[in-house]
């Protein structure tokens, strides 16, 4: 995985869910994940084309998908509902278009799909690029971005 690819994830990630959540950030180390793996209990997927191609995921415990929807709704959530998974797909596509925007600047112009949210305990993934993970600790509970891209 090229870093140039990386980083954008990195400072989108932080700017976004410091702005829009007021996360307290810690980074872990990140880790290489291998093609097919099993995903966590909530998942976004983001689709990227152009120049980059292939796909970020934002996963997390459901836990922690309500207490960053609460966050984001204002309002407690309870249940996974329909309105919590919008708010957890908003800030899968928050953090990858400003991402987008970064890559751009970079000379690697890309367009995201319109996020996916997945559900489910033992969910297997299969990307066709091995994964970058980038694990980040927040009050609420940890939250992985695996970036699966390459070069168009």
Not at 14 to 24: D, P, S, T, V, W
Not at 69 to 80: L, R, W
Not at 119 to 137: D, N, S, Y
């Amino acid at each position: 995985m090229r870093a140039e690819f990386v980083n954008p994830f990195i400072v989108a990630a932080q700017e976004i869910l410091e702005k829009e959540i007021q996360a307290q950030i810690e980074k872990g180390t990140p880790y290489r994940r291998e093609k097919t793996f099993t995903a966590n209990e909530v998942s976004i997927e983001i689709g990227m084309t152009g120049k980059v191609k292939g796909h970020v995921l934002f996963g997390m415990k459901e836990s922690v998908a309500k207490a960053v929807a609460s966050t984001m709704i204002g309002d407690p959530v309870s249940e996974f509902d329909e309105m919590a998974s919008s708010a957890i797909g908003e800030l899968g596509n928050m953090v990858s278009g400003l991402a987008a925007i970064y890559l751009e600047k970079a000379g690697f112009a890309c367009d995201i799909t319109p996020p996916s949210l997945l559900r489910g305990p033992e969910m297997v993934i299969h990307t066709t690029v091995q994964a970058l993970v980038l694990p980040l600790k927040t009050q609420y509970g940890d939250i992985d971005i695996s970036i699966a891209l390459e070069a168009a």
